[in-house]
């Protein structure tokens, strides 16, 4: 399974900005199926940030909830990260992730800078 993320991008705080990231293969319609995206600030470890289920099940980091959104385009195989209302501590490498059944991938990093 490959995943590509894009979208990454300089925005002041405040802003917005939208990261997607398209897999080979779908996730949808087993539950045990997840897309997740993690992201990994500088001289910090890699945390958890949102994910989707192929049941369609989300969650979200504490951090970012009200102000991320995660969703998916079953046709495209696609799953998006909406982040609104952007701050500096969210400035970070933004990593997709899936896995499909017992088995991860990981896309490479996009970056999200954040100026305030």
């Not at 470890?45 to 991320?68: H, I, M, W």
């Amino acid at each position: 399974v490959q995943l590509q993320a894009f979208g990454g991008g300089l925005v002041q705080a405040g802003g917005s900005l939208r990261l997607s990231c398209a897999a080979s293969r779908s996730i949808f319609g087993v539950n045990s199926n997840t897309m997740a995206w993690y992201r990994q600030a500088s001289g910090k470890q890699r945390e958890f940030v949102a994910s989707l289920t192929g049941g369609g099940s989300t969650n979200y980091a504490d951090s970012v909830k009200g102000r991320f959104t995660i969703s998916r385009d079953n046709a495209k195989s696609t799953v998006y990260l909406q982040m609104n209302s952007l701050k500096p501590d969210d400035a970070a490498v933004y990593y997709c992730y899936a896995r499909f059944s017992t088995t991860t991938y990981w896309g490479q990093g996009t970056l999200v800078t954040v100026s305030s």
